[in-house]
T-cell receptor
Framework: RKEVEQDPGPFNVPEGATVAFNCTYSNSASQSFFWYRQDCRKEPKLLMSVYSSGNEDGRFTAQLNRASQYISLLIRDSKLSDSATYLCVVKQILTGGGADGLTFGKGTHLIIQP | DTGVSQDPRHKITKRGQNVTFRCDPISEHNRLYWYRQTLGQGPEFLTYFQNEAQLEKSRLLSDRFSAERPKGSFSTLEIQRTEQGDSAMYLC???????????FGSGTRLTVV
């Protein structure tokens, strides 16, 4: 089982619609969770951190379900500029300690259509 | 410049040659990371420095790869005897604390021919 799994898509969504992605992670001891956005041939950029209580930033809402080990991202009133790959990211804690690198999913490709 | 800088942006090299990439992190960030990304995949962790100390290396980092951060500021990643499978985007990132995520540089795209 991969450490961080995402549906690669693509998700084709009309402008103005609401779209949601899920991501599952395998390590129950994972501590920190993020969503990153990556545009074609560009570097990943932090979209938002994900907190246990859920958090919202404008049109974006992130939620964490530790019991089921999944993270979600909801985008409301989608814009053409939201077209990108959305990467689910988890900070893994490996047995024996250490491990400061973040683990990325493969990403979900979103296409907003006019 | 307040971002993470990487140099060069693109590198084309012949198989078997050595290449070296440089990363200049955000100046107040003490943590520096190297990742590799291939088409259709998420970035894969390679190695991590806290100040000048290399604290972790992924099993992806074969003995042909070496990374340094001699003064705790910029870092270099060297690949010796490059292979076609090394073709990828090499991303550098820096942070103060992973609770707040990383800032990535624009990456160095390596093509081994």
């Amino acid at each position: 089982r991969k450490e961080v799994e995402q549906d690669p898509g693509p998700f084709n969504v009309p402008e103005g619609a609401t779209v949601a992605f899920n991501c599952t992670y395998s390590n129950s001891a994972s501590q920190s969770f993020f969503w990153y956005r990556q545009d074609c041939r560009k570097e990943p950029k932090l979209l938002m951190s994900v907190y246990s209580s859920g958090n919202e930033d404008g049109r974006f809402t992130a939620q964490l379900n530790r019991a089921s080990q999944y993270i979600s991202l909801l985008i409301r009133d989608s814009k053409l500029s939201d077209s990108a790959t959305y990467l689910c990211v988890v900070k893994q804690i490996l047995t024996g300690g250490g491990a400061d690198g973040l683990t990325f999913g493969k990403g979900t490709h979103l296409i907003i259509q006019p | 410049d307040t971002g993470v800088s990487q140099d060069p942006r693109h590198k084309i090299t012949k198989r078997g040659q050595n290449v070296t990439f440089r990363c200049d992190p955000i100046s107040e960030h003490n943590r520096l990371y190297w990742y590799r990304q291939t088409l259709g995949q998420g970035p894969e962790f390679l190695t991590y420095f806290q100040n000048e100390a290399q604290l972790e290396k992924s099993r992806l980092l074969s003995d042909r790869f070496s990374a340094e951060r001699p003064k705790g500021s910029f870092s270099t990643l060297e690949i010796q005897r490059t292979e076609q499978g090394d073709s990828a985007m090499y991303l550098c990132a820096s942070s103060l604390d992973t609770v707040y995520g990383y800032t990535f540089g624009s990456g160095t795209r390596l093509t081994v021919v």
